[in-house]
């Protein structure tokens, strides 16, 4: 298949490239770079010997992704186009929902008149709210507690209301966990701006020296050592899920968790990816951050029986890559 990857040179995007083009489809990227660089689109084909197609076009634009449409005959597209930090998202909440709405609304539109009819949303658990766990894709929708979480539970209204009206159009809206780690071959990894929100990064930098200490915040959270537990997912097993996600979408809208089903506390994961690598990781303990939620994992059965996807990469390999990927920076 021919696939147009929106939000392509960034971190799972580039994965799922990869994984893409292992199995054997044809990879066009959108990307305007605002949180990515063009030399992960080189780094894409050195990992794969393959080509990729790359526009630096904003995917909110009509002018830019109109041609885009005409140009090629895809048979679907996977967005991911969107900003994703939680903590801005609430400082600028306009920013959020003007980038993750309407890049949602126009790849739709584009999809509807050019007749393309396979659509896959990074969608992610943060739907979910403050949930019993673990989080099930049957559950009602709670209310999300940032801007960023309300972009994707708006999103994924607007894509099942599209599958409705046009039931030729097939919809999967995966919803992510926490995707940690890097491609094998450390050319491929996440690349935060500034100080990092995610743990895994932050815990990479504190390791090369980068940053002096790393912060947990809170350790009176009910969970098995007081500190916050969540689902990793190995962002290449996130990527082959994308493709199972892609190549099974045959009608209708599918919803499915992408997580391992396994809680992580942060102790352990500072721990994990110690015994990894022989390295120290310092941490200090803060307070909570507002808006945390103690814990939660995914309930990964349906992706499972229908997609035949099981997570297969272990935290230790999520440590590794991590690292691997880091050190390369230089
Ligand atoms: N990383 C996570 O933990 C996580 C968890 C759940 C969901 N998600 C979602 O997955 C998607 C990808 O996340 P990521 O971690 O790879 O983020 P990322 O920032 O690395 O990748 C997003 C890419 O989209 C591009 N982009 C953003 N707006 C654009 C626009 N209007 N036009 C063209 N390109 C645009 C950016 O330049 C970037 O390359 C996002 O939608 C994010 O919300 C991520």
């Not at 904003?58 to 449409?69: A, L, Q």
């Not at 890097?182 to 090369?208: F, R």
């Not at 947990?216 to 996600?245: C, N, Q, S, W």
């Not at 942060?266 to 200090?284: K, M, S």
Request: glycine letters at 8%; one cysteine or more.
């Amino acid at each position: 298949m021919e696939i147009l990857v929106a939000g392509g040179a960034g971190y799972i995007g580039s994965h799922t490239c990869v994984a893409l083009l292992k199995e054997g489809h044809r990879v066009v990227v959108a990307d305007n770079l605002c949180n990515s660089k063009a030399e992960t689109i080189h780094k894409i084909e050195q990992i794969t010997n393959k080509k990729v197609v790359f526009y630096q076009i904003d995917v909110t634009k009509e002018e830019d992704i109109r041609p885009v449409f005409s140009k090629h005959q895809f048979d679907g597209v996977i967005h991911f186009a969107g900003l994703k930090a939680v903590g801005e998202s609430v400082k600028e909440p306009l920013k959020y929902y003007y980038n993750n709405v309407l890049s949602t609304i126009m790849l739709a539109r584009m999809c509807q008149e050019y007749k393309v009819n396979r659509f896959v949303f990074s969608s992610s658990a943060t739907v979910y709210g403050e949930n019993e766990i673990p989080f099930v894709e049957t559950m009602n929708l709670l209310p999300t507690t940032n801007p960023y979480g309300e972009t994707k539970v708006i999103s994924e209204r607007i894509l099942m209301d599209m599958q409705k009206a046009n039931p030729e159009f097939c919809v999967s809206l995966l919803r992510y966990f926490n995707p940690i780690g890097a491609h094998d071959s450390g050319l491929i990894g996440e690349m935060p701006n500034g100080i990092p929100n995610n743990l895994m990064p932050y815990i990479t930098q504190v390791a090369k020296g980068k940053l002096n200490k790393l912060k947990v915040f809170g350790k009176d959270y009910p969970t098995v050592d007081g500190t916050g537990v969540r689902d990793y997912i190995h962002v290449m097993d996130l990527a082959e899920g994308h493709v199972l996600a892609l190549e099974k979408l045959t009608k209708g809208v599918q919803i499915y968790n992408l997580g391992t089903g396994q809680g992580t506390s942060v102790l352990q994961l500072i721990r994990a990816f110690e015994e990894a690598n022989h390295i120290q990781v310092p941490f200090e303990i803060s307070e909570r951050r507002p808006g945390d939620i103690a814990e939660f994992y995914a309930d990964a059965s349906k992706a499972e029986r229908e997609l035949e996807f099981t997570a297969r990469r272990g935290i230790l390999d999520m440590c590794r890559d991590a690292w691997r990927f880091e050190k390369n920076l230089g």
